[in-house]
């Protein structure tokens, strides 16, 4: 199977989960309890010499819910991206949504607000031509609504009702699957 993946092409990640240690009934507060998954600077740096964007969207509540503050987040982020960088990799931008769940909350995903932000911030971005990484059913249909390709990070501690175009162990089984592209 080939997407036709080339340097046009917009990288869409989820962050816990599938770029750093999940807390299961928890929230990442600080850079102490940010733990990268293995080999995920280096993947996420392949992953822009390939990719023309690539962007992180994540959901973190935990603002919402006053168990961290923005400030926390920025500097977890920064951090993050820090790491990246230190591998010659970039990630163009991370983008997060602080609020609690609520219907009328455009940003969180599944619900397609952070995806349209990156398409209006950095021009070039196309959903047809656009890849969501993630490990939770909210990442697939987020992907799946606005026509991009969806890759699922394998976890057990997710109960799978949406199928993803293509299911891997961790990150870096996804760039080896898409070297022959």
């Known amino acids: 199977m080939s997407w036709g993946i080339d340097d046009t092409w917009t990288l869409f990640l989820d962050r816990d989960g599938v770029i750093n240690r999940r807390i299961l009934s928890g929230y990442v507060t600080s850079i ?13 740096a392949s992953f822009s010499q390939l990719f023309r964007f690539v962007f992180v ?42 609020g609690i769940v609520s219907p009328d ?39 799946k609504n606005l026509g991009m390709k969806t890759v699922r990070i394998a976890t057990e501690h997710e109960k799978i009702g949406v199928d993803a175009d293509l299911t891997v162990e961790r990150l870096v089984d996804f760039l080896n699957w898409m070297k022959p592209c």
């Open 32 to 44: 102490e309890e940010f733990e990268f998954l293995d080999d995920v600077p280096q993947t996420i």
């Open 57 to 98: 969207v994540t959901n973190q509540q935990g603002i919402g819910k006053g168990l961290m503050s923005e400030s926390n987040l920025v500097e977890i982020h920064r951090y993050m991206e820090q790491k990246v960088e230190e591998m010659n990799g970039r990630i163009t931008r991370t983008y997060y949504a602080p």
């Open 105 to 143: 909350n455009q940003l969180r995903k599944p619900k397609p607000g952070m995806a349209l932000l990156a398409q209006r911030q950095h021009k070039g971005v196309d959903f047809q031509r656009s890849i969501m990484v993630g490990d939770t059913d909210s990442d697939m249909i987020f992907g």
